[in-house]
């Protein structure tokens, strides 16, 4: 998938060819366009057209506070309370960070270097709620969200990211631009994980938290209990294993070979394609469907 657009509120992504570009029109070679002003998609053909809404965050030259540089990394940990986190590709080969924010978050959020590791500690929110309204959309025009007097951010800049953990015990966001080979996560909360492109995932959410990938290709293990959601949107996966015990939710738009399902609650599961096997197991008044089996 190639990003074709990008502004502060949303990127679009393709694997077609861009044939004509106007500003606000994208027409592709089979016909194929996208409006960025009415986010209207018309798709002709094989391939996929993305629109990817991003965080209306402050900028953070508006919020800038500190900015740390470190030799080039290939691996990322984030955990604590707070954990809003936006990962930018970087040219060159050192890995630069900018905090900003409050300075409650700014002073107590922890950054370091551990080998080709960086480490991020994120603080533990003031707050006692926390009410996660997702995106609120009035007239066509999606709302900022409303930030906590606490509310900050990190942004990483990075060439390459082959591993990424993440420990998340309370909110937050993670948005990654750059490709990841391998995504391993522990949530216990609201955290949510939303990523341009991964190989592997391993997930065990416990709450409310999320992964939204654009492209997988290789394999998914995940296990959710309570209201949790994982949704694929693309790819090529060798293997699907997940769990859901509770609410959550499991959509998957990629091509999978084997998929292993099992459903117990309310929830609901949705793969679009199983090339060549599938097993379930259902208890509860949960649904799970696959729309295509076979070649």
Not at 161 to 173: A, C, F, P, R
Request: glycine residues 10%; proline residues 3%.
């Amino acid at each position: 998938m190639n990003r074709i657009f990008e502004s502060q509120e949303m990127m679009i992504l393709s694997n077609k060819e861009v044939f004509k570009n106007n500003g606000y029109i994208f027409t592709f070679a089979d016909g194929s366009s996208v409006n960025v002003a009415t986010r209207t998609v018309i798709n002709k053909g094989p391939g996929e057209i993305i629109i990817k809404d991003l965080p209306l965050w402050p900028p953070m030259n508006e919020i800038f506070k500190e900015q740390l540089k470190f030799n080039a990394i290939t691996q990322l940990s984030v955990g604590g309370d707070m954990n809003n986190v936006v990962i930018l590709p970087n040219e060159g080969s050192e890995c630069l960070v900018s905090i900003g924010g409050s300075d409650d978050f700014v002073e107590n959020s922890s950054v370091y270097q551990r080998g080709d590791e960086l480490c991020i500690e994120t603080p533990k929110s003031k707050s006692n709620i926390h009410i996660d309204m997702g995106n609120v959309w009035v007239n066509g025009k999606r709302l900022p969200p409303r930030l906590s007097e606490d509310f900050g951010y990190i942004e990483i800049k990075c060439n390459v990211l082959h591993s990424l953990y993440v420990n998340g015990s309370g909110t937050g966001n993670i948005f990654s631009h750059v490709p990841i080979s391998n995504l391993k996560a522990k949530i216990k909360g609201s955290t949510s994980i939303s990523a341009i492109k991964l190989e592997n995932a391993e997930l065990n959410i416990s709450g409310s938290g999320s992964l939204v990938a654009d492209e997988l290709n290789g394999s998914l293990y995940g296990r959710i209990s309570g209201s949790g959601s994982i949704d694929i949107l693309t790819g090529t996966m060798e293997n699907l294993d997940v769990q859901i015990s509770g609410s959550g939710d499991l959509m998957i738009g990629a091509l999978v070979k084997t998929a292993a399902l099992t459903l117990s609650g309310s929830g609901n599961m949705m793969i679009a394609h199983v090339l060549d096997e599938y097993t379930t197991q259902e208890n509860g008044s949960g649904c799970i469907r696959v729309l295509k089996i076979g070649r």
